[in-house]
């Protein structure tokens, strides 16, 4: 059994994505959980984690009211409003509100590099943590400190850090990947931060098969260690590489060394215990 903690979902017809812009224009319609189940159905895939895509908490809504194989969310709320708690609360009363396992905001696209490190989201972020609820980090060297700054003032929160901090694997080189595996050693030496293994067959463009994209994958978990490592597909972003099968081969087939333990907790039973601790059982 595998969980896929990294996913979206999503209708450009419903709500504006500002991102989707031509150069992702094959993924620019609408994408249901139908076509999650279809790219699923024979793989080991059992449960997932959807993750918002848009700061719109419309968006949030729609996600939770999805079903199976949908077992969690990370939604979004305004991090830097005042009432984050009531917010949370509120999104908590929706229908499927009981599957909110997590926050995200895309600090990568604010254009303040130190979005992440301002005193207002680190009271949000305090909200979450009080709530129970994991933050994702979407964030690449240029944010990296910020989100430094973040995970350290508030050590009680849950933290994973998306696509293992988005290496610029198409540009690779010696110099480029020693520069990010220390990154990824910042995060790991604090031990409130999960990295997950996902995306990176798209951070390495369409050429990516000539790239060490599994040298990266290894790197990562071996920085966190399999027990704070998660596989995620982020599918359907991770067609503009490859189909839903050749992201979990080849995630697979990198990570082929591990014990069958340390294989079983990058995907599930770290994904198991960061989101789904405290979800409702699937029926």
């Avoid at 700061?55 to 009432?83: I, K, R, S, Y």
Wanted: charge should be negative; proline fraction near 7%; glycine fraction near 6%.
């Amino acid at each position: 059994m595998i969980i896929d903690a990294h996913h979206h979902l999503w209708d450009p017809a419903d709500r504006l994505y500002p991102w989707m812009d031509d150069s992702v224009r094959p993924i620019r319609r609408r994408c249901d959980v139908d076509d999650l189940r279809a790219v699923t159905r024979d793989t080991p895939v059992t449960r997932t984690i959807v993750v918002q895509a848009v700061h719109d908490p419309g968006e949030t809504a729609w996600l939770l009211a999805q079903p199976e194989p949908v077992a969690g969310v990370v939604g979004w709320v305004d991090l830097e409003a005042p009432d984050v708690a009531d917010r949370i609360a509120a999104v908590r009363e929706l229908p499927g509100g009981d599957r909110l396992v997590g926050v995200r905001h895309q600090a990568q696209d604010e254009p303040d590099a130190d979005w992440l490190g301002r005193p207002e989201v680190i009271r949000g972020v305090r909200a979450l943590a009080d709530a129970g609820l994991v933050v994702d980090l979407l964030v690449r060297e240029r944010e990296h400190r910020a989100a430094l700054t973040l995970v350290d003032a508030v050590p009680g929160a849950s933290f994973v850090l998306d696509h293992a901090g988005k290496p610029d694997i198409g540009a690779d080189g010696a110099g480029r990947a020693a520069a990010w595996r220390r990154r990824m050693q910042d995060f790991a030496a604090r031990p409130n931060v999960v990295c997950k293994v996902s995306g990176l067959l798209t951070e390495a463009g369409p050429r990516w098969r000539e790239q060490p994209v599994a040298r990266y994958l290894r790197d990562a978990v071996e920085v966190f260690g399999p027990d704070r490592a998660v596989f995620g597909s982020d599918w359907p972003v991770s067609t503009l590489a490859t189909d839903y099968a050749e992201v979990l081969a080849v995630t697979t087939e990198a990570l082929s060394d591990l014990t069958d333990r340390e294989r079983d907790a990058v995907f599930r039973t770290t994904a198991e215990r960061v989101y789904l601790a405290g979800a409702p059982a699937q029926t």
